[in-house]
């Protein structure tokens, strides 16, 4: 589970006239993941699309425009439609979608083109409106120029100035303007005109009176959009009709012509292909079989080699490196896009996902750690669960969902608190649901023998054996992460380099923790500083050995990167610290709900609960984001720095996806 | 006691604060960087999350030193 899968590299060589029926056969068994056969082979090429390709491309063409034309998209719960019943009817189908939609597209395409048009005329008309004359008069003139466009200032007084002959119309806003000058004064006029902001509009080549233009144009747009809904109606109808068909149709094409041009990532010669492919070792007896079965002993194939663990950093280039399957069985592997994430584990690492999935959660419970509010998170996590179908939404819904039944486990038991206020009666005075619903709710259940307790420590009052608890955590979870980080290194280079490069800090963080707690006595319990003590003899030799492991390693950075282990162990505090801030911020609102504006009584209890309602929804948006966040964060930095490296090439094997299709 | 208390809670505000504020610098800088990686290329997301809250262990000192001195003071 927590190594990727034993990969062996394959050869595969046939002659052509079986390349059809064997890329079938690689699609069937979906566990070969191909790799791209190198250009420059001596001997070989690249091979050549199957014939279907062609054919099937331009249908898939066809088809995908008269899709855009529809507007078909993608669709859910539909029901998928037999392949041989698809292949019988597909070319008369597309045959007839063509002929029924593609009038109606035309002319709708004819009535949208003259809209446009008429849109243009009536821009330019619209501005002649104003002014009262036909738009003959503005043209055919010998010795008259006519100057017509929008003007900023009223240029009319300063006209009156310097020119002898003219005539100005108006609209009424003064803002449109047509100029009827004599020839021989017309750069006069046009000068004065750009000085008043003129932008000309060119009188439209049309006759009449402008307003009844303007009617008409109208009018015919009205009844052109009427034609246009008419027209969409239509094509609405259509789509409902044949989108099923369509979507399969299309489907079914691309699988066709995905698998026709397979052979572009495979070796030829003349009469021969030739395959490289990474398969699973427990996958590659069923492989062989298969092949054994379909085609006896007309294709040869072979283990090239069986890819080691160990070692592989750096002998190998890129294009040979061995994909990386991860299997996690259910619910671990709704987490591996958290991994994913970051990066795909290489081939040769442990893949981190199952020990995200145990420690995220706790840390989410414990940031938050509020019945009140895991049980939202848990029927959201549920519903997103049951409704998301993209990574990112489905990987939010995981981590609300086991997130949230850690806060209820968390905030039942350990801190016992609902919506920021306790079950049971506090020493502190504070309003708890016991004095809200005036009931006596116990700090411990009795179950025979076992006492479960409702509420051990309250996050603000308990902070130290809060925060204390936090770096215990931290210290597990690096201590975890050492211990990966050892395993890793031991697959890859042996046990003797992990030693100096793990062993080395474990021994620092056993060491380094060991003193810590011989020194909190010390310091916090004022006991007196005994040299002799156990935890003081073993921390102090602990750590030296690992200085002097580190230091043999990897030289003097040790020492320097020592502060840094202090700093990871300290940034757990925040485990405590979230739930603190949670836990002020509810009592705020709670104070200010009920004890401030609620004995009111009246409309102030409902104020009240609004208050209530609004700042509590507030804290569960802020808990997702900082317990969500803070949570990952402590993985992927605190965590993963100390033995995940990331980079390994996904295992993408040849396999077929079929949503409204099916094969018989 | 109310003069040791008024400054243990300025120290403690003092503590939060600042180290509030050199996080904030610190993120503002990675954070630019990190979106502007991503939007070259979206599979960042992981490293630039990873990156960007990095010097958010800042705060966290901070916070740790404030609830420290609180305690002495209740």
Redesign the interface.
């Known amino acids: 589970m927590l190594l990727p899968e034993q990969m062996v590299r394959v050869l595969v060589v046939g002659s052509k006239d079986l390349l059809e029926r064997t890329v079938d056969l690689l699609y069937e068994l979906e566990c070969v993941h191909l790799i791209d056969f190198p250009a420059d082979e001596e001997g070989f090429t690249l091979g050549s699309p199957l014939p279907a390709a062609s054919d099937a491309s331009q249908k898939l063409l066809r088809l995908r425009a008269m899709q855009k034309d529809l507007g078909i998209e993608e669709m859910k719960g539909i029901e998928p439609i037999r392949i041989d019943v698809l292949t019988r009817e597909l070319d008369q189908m597309i045959e007839s979608l063509h002929q029924e939609i593609s009038d109606v597209v035309e002319s709708k395409k004819k009535i949208e083109l003259r809209l446009s048009e008429l849109e243009q005329e009536r821009k330019n008309i619209e501005p002649f409106v104003g002014l009262p004359l036909e738009l003959d008069l503005y043209r055919g003139y010998k010795s008259l120029d006519v100057f017509t466009g929008y003007v900023k200032l009223d240029p009319e007084g300063v006209l009156r100035e310097s020119i002898e002959k003219f005539e100005l119309f108006m609209s009424k806003d003064g803002k449109f303007i047509a100029l009827f000058v004599a020839k021989e004064e017309s750069e006069e006029a046009q000068r004065i005109l750009v000085q008043h902001g003129f932008s000309e509009v060119p009188v439209p080549l049309k006759s009449g009176k402008p307003d009844r233009i303007l009617e008409s144009i109208v009018a015919e747009e009205e009844t052109l959009r009427k034609s246009i809904a008419d027209l969409s109606e239509k094509l609405e109808k259509l789509r409902e009709k044949h989108a099923t068909f369509a979507l399969a149709a299309e489907e079914h094409l691309n699988i066709i012509v995905q698998k026709a041009e397979t052979p572009l990532r495979l070796g030829a010669s003349v009469h021969s292909f030739i395959i490289e492919a990474w398969v699973p070792e427990r996958n590659f007896e069923q492989l062989k079989k298969a092949f054994d079965e379909n085609f006896g002993e007309r294709i040869y194939i072979e283990v090239l080699e069986r890819r080691e663990r160990k070692g592989v950093d750096g002998h190998h280039e890129e294009e040979d490196e061995a994909p990386v399957k991860i299997e996690n069985p259910k619910p671990f592997n709704l987490f591996e896009y958290l991994v994913?994430?970051?990066?795909t584990p290489k081939y040769n690492e442990l893949d981190p996902t199952p020990l995200i999935s145990i420690f995220f959660p706790i840390f989410f419970g414990l940031m938050v750690g509020d019945v009140g509010y895991g049980i939202p998170f848990v029927i959201l996590g549920y519903l997103g669960l049951k409704k998301c179908t993209s990574n990112e939404w489905r990987t939010i819904a995981t981590m609300l969902f086991f997130g949230g039944i850690f806060t209820i486990i968390f905030g039942l038991f350990m801190f016992g608190e609902a919506f920021g206020l306790h079950f049971a009666s506090s020493s502190h005075g504070e309003i708890t649901w016991s004095s809200l619903l005036g009931i006596e709710i116990p700090h411990h259940i009795e179950l025979g023998a076992l006492s479960i307790p409702l509420g051990l420590y309250s996050k603000l009052h308990d902070?130290?054996i809060l925060?204390y608890i936090s770096v215990w955590i931290g210290i597990i979870h690096l201590f975890v992460g050492y211990v990966l980080g050892f395993i890793n290194v031991t697959i890859r280079h042996g046990l003797k380099h992990a030693v100096f490069e793990k062993l080395c800090w474990l021994l620092i963080l056993i060491g380094a923790v060991m003193l810590g707690l011989a020194l909190l006595d010390v310091l916090v319990l004022s006991k007196p500083l005994v040299m002799t003590d156990v935890r003081m003899v073993g921390g102090l030799v602990a750590l030296v050995i690992g200085i002097i492991l580190g230091f043999k390693g990897e030289g003097a950075s040790v020492v320097l990167e020592l502060p840094g282990l202090v700093?990871n162990i300290?940034?757990y505090?925040?485990l405590a610290?979230i739930g603190?801030s949670k836990a002020g911020m509810a009592l705020a609102f709670n104070m200010i709900a009920i004890e401030m504006i609620a004995p009111g009584g009246g409309v102030m209890i409902a104020v009240a609960f609004a208050i209530f309602a609004v700042g509590h929804m507030m804290i569960f948006i802020l808990a997702v984001i900082s317990a969500g966040?803070h949570g990952?964060?402590l993985q992927?930095?605190e965590f993963?720095t100390k033995f995940y490296e990331g980079g390994g090439l996904k295992f993408n094997p040849l396999r077929i996806r079929r949503k409204y299709t099916m094969e018989v | 006691m109310a003069i040791e208390a008024g400054l243990i809670a300025l120290g403690a505000g003092l503590a939060v604060g600042l180290a509030g504020l050199g996080a904030g610098l610190a993120e503002k800088d990675v954070g630019t960087a990190a979106v502007g990686a991503m939007a070259e290329n979206e599979?960042l997301?992981?490293?630039g999350?990873?990156l960007m809250?990095?010097p958010?262990?800042i705060i966290?000192?901070g916070?740790?030193m404030a609830?420290l001195l609180?305690?002495k003071m209740v």
């Open positions: 994913e994430l970051i990066s902070v130290k925060l700093s300290m940034s505090s925040r610290a603190m966040l990952i964060r992927y930095v993963f | 599979k997301f992981g490293k999350l990873v809250v990095i958010e262990t966290i000192f916070l740790v609830i609180w305690t």
